[in-house]
């Protein structure tokens, strides 16, 4: 078994056993949903921009903390020093807790997607599932930059609170772009329309995951 | 005659403005153990961190195996087994998924039996499917003694390994510290109290005001339980 396989299925068997990380991500996104859908119930609430902006604002909370989780735990006990004494790649532990990070997100995002579907009244259909590479793409983005900075934050007393002004600045111009593509694909646009923000999408996730494979091994150390 | 395996070279470490090691000088040749004594405070833990490559020196420099410790690659690091004073294990895995999990790390080819083998040499096979977080601070310290140890490395370093353990985990611990070096690895070992000497293996050396220097053991110090203790174990 390579070292990402195994850092992989000991952080899935870590939340299947004890963790209730993608539970809380799961009853954030619903908290967010609901009060989207009631703070703007005397607005144009039930369009496509509203809806967009709902599922990324449950993303990026989720995805707060889900890296924060999936970084804590190696904290108790001293594991993560255990982790870079071993020979392996720091760019390959880096992609494991990435990779541990997004199914959390998508597995929330999941969930966000179907209440977005109840609450703003959508159908299921083409339009929605335009969304999901969309919401996808996202989710690898903003898990590779909380991932590599709660690798930073996780040491910090104030953890919990440092990692969103960290994470979220750096990623608005993503973010921007996700939700653009997000409401166009909602609002039945032309892939045309979505294409230009997919481009600035793929791109940061590329810039992020390549920054987090470089810089993990020092932001997680801790001398 | 064999290159040493560790080497420092004035190596010298301040946290903020206090100095914790100074200018320290150091060789350990291959198979050869060394026991490092020192008070609360008087950098042991910090030496072996040093020597691992999880801190660096503030001056001087440590070479592990001829390389820079601020610069080992995976190969090298693949060599070395720390036993910390924190166990590295997951408090929500069990001993066995432990074990596994690290002998994958170090790319052994059948984990899950050097798991098992392990938990049998440290005593623990009984509480394989235990939580690490059921587990007593004893058992937990054979654990990662086992962690340490799990991949054969060529360089031991163990920070206070007879610290939380009963007369049975200490025999356990100096049986693995003699097996280490009768295959040839070298071991390095923080402790408190008054060390033993088994056989001319063993060079004991004293840690104290970032000092290191030969330790010479006053009378009360040598019958001390500790010291005789181990003696007698190391000696089996």
């Known amino acids: 078994m390579s070292p990402f396989a195994a850092v992989l299925r000991k952080d899935l068997r870590l939340e299947l056993r004890g963790g209730n990380s993608t539970l809380s991500l799961v009853a954030l996104s619903l908290m967010v949903m609901a009060v989207m859908v009631f703070t703007q119930a005397e607005a144009k609430s039930h369009d496509a921009e509203s809806a967009a902006a709902a599922i990324w604002i449950a993303m990026v909370f989720s995805g707060v903390i889900g890296a924060t989780r999936v970084l804590t735990a190696e904290r108790e006990n001293g594991c993560i020093r255990g982790l870079l004494l071993c020979p392996i790649d720091p760019a390959g532990l880096y992609a494991a807790k990435l990779c541990a990070a997004f199914i959390f997100m998508a597995i929330a995002e999941a969930a966000a997607m179907l209440m977005m579907v109840l609450f703003f009244n959508l159908d299921f259909g083409v339009p929605l599932l335009r969304t999901a590479p969309i919401l996808m793409l996202g989710a690898l983005g903003f898990a590779a930059a909380a991932t590599l900075l709660a690798a930073i934050s996780s040491r910090t007393r104030a953890g919990d609170m440092i990692l969103p002004i960290l994470a979220v600045p750096i990623y608005v111009p993503a973010l921007i772009a996700g939700v653009r593509a997000t409401a166009a694909a909602l609002g039945g646009a032309p892939m045309g329309a979505i294409a230009q923000w997919l481009k600035i999408m793929v791109a940061f996730d590329i810039l992020l995951v390549t920054a987090g494979c470089l810089l993990f091994e020092y932001a997680a150390r801790e001398d | ?236």
């Open chain 2, 1 to 236: 005659m064999s290159a040493p395996v560790v080497e420092t070279h004035k190596l010298s470490m301040l946290y903020g403005q206090s100095p914790v090691l100074r200018e320290i000088d150091f060789k350990l040749l291959p198979g050869y153990g060394a026991f490092v004594i020192g008070g609360n405070g008087a950098g042991k833990s910090t030496l072996l961190r040093i020597l691992a490559g999880m801190a660096a020196p503030t001056a001087g420099g440590a070479l592990i195996f001829g390389r820079d410790t601020r610069r080992m690659s995976a190969r090298y690091r693949r060599r070395i087994g720390m036993m910390a004073h924190q166990s590295f294990l997951y408090p929500n895995l069990t001993a066995r998924e432990n074990l596994e999990f690290y002998a994958a790390l170090y790319g052994l080819p059948e984990p899950r039996v050097s798991a098992e083998t392990w938990l049998d040499k440290v005593g623990m096979a009984q509480f394989a499917d235990a939580r690490v977080r059921a587990v007593s601070r004893g058992m937990e310290q054979r654990l990662s003694a086992a962690r340490a140890l799990i991949a054969d490395p060529l360089l031991v370093l163990l920070d206070e390994p007879f610290a939380s353990l009963d007369s049975d985990g200490a025999a356990i611990m100096a049986r693995l510290i003699r097996e280490a070096l009768d295959r040839g690895a070298s071991v390095v070992a923080a402790m408190h109290g008054v060390p033993a000497i088994a056989g001319t293996d063993f060079q004991v050396f004293e840690l104290a005001r970032g000092h290191l220097g030969p330790f010479t053991p006053k009378e009360e110090e040598t019958t001390a339980w500790t010291g005789a203790r181990i003696r007698s174990l190391l000696h089996r």
